[in-house]
T-cell receptor, first 112, second 114 residues
């Protein structure tokens, strides 16, 4: 069974631009969560979607948003990029209870 | 609110030696606890999880962890380190129920010396 896939793997953007990251969960998984990983703040929860609805949300500004499609694929969008948004963005999927989350390889975003 | 503290940002052991990575948690409800491993330029891989069943949990690659409620700890151990164990290890807690977010510790980088 294929694992969680994230595209693109690497991305370079300029301050002020916006970016969209994509995540395809493991087949059959209905929950998708997003995390930001930085050297300073570590791993921080962004949001979680289940059946196209945002179920949980972390403490990030409104510039960070996401959505989930009917096939459980998810996208996250960051608008008006700042230098501090440079990070590894990880997507995780689970059946729905969320107790076992399976992570993708991440998208490395660099903002210049 | 829940939190996780990992004691020691860097642990160095010799190949064949005991690996002990420490994790203490804080949670207002009975927690679900996890250990993840991250190799360079990769995502997180689940090593093991505690979900209120047996307090001694066995995971992949010879790792195990013991849940001690009185000490609010969930330390990760492996009897004999292998070079391939060199990676960063993260302890995480979840409240479960309707809140599925994982709260992670800062991570411990494990170095294995030949």
């Amino acid at each position: 069974k294929a694992g969680v896939t994230q595209t693109p793997r690497y991305l370079i953007k300029t301050r002020g631009q916006q970016v969209t990251l994509s995540c395809s969960p493991i087949s059959g998984h209905r929950s998708v969560s997003w995390y930001q990983q930085t050297p300073g703040q570590g791993l921080q929860f962004l949001f979680e979607y289940f059946s196209e609805t945002q179920r949980n949300k972390g403490n990030f500004p409104g510039r960070f948003s996401g959505r989930q499609f009917s096939n459980s694929r998810s996208e996250m969008n960051v608008s008006t990029l700042e230098l501090g948004d440079s990070a590894l963005y990880l997507c995780a999927s689970s059946w729905g209870t969320g107790l076992e989350q399976y992570f993708g390889p991440g998208t490395r975003l660099t903002v210049t | 609110a829940q939190s996780v503290t990992q004691l020691g940002s860097h642990v160095s052991v010799s190949e064949g030696a005991l690996v002990l990575l420490r994790c203490n948690y804080s949670s207002s409800v009975p927690p679900y606890l996890f250990w993840y491993v991250q190799y360079p330029n990769q995502g997180l891989q689940l090593l093991l999880k505690y979900t209120s069943a047996a307090t001694l949990v066995k995971g992949i690659n010879g790792f195990e962890a013991e849940f001690k409620k009185s000490e609010t700890s969930f330390h990760l151990t492996k009897p004999s380190a292998h070079m391939s164990d060199a990676a960063e290890y993260f302890c995480a807690v979840s409240e479960g129920g309707s809140n599925y977010k994982l709260t992670f510790g800062k991570g411990t980088l494990l170095t294995v010396n030949p």
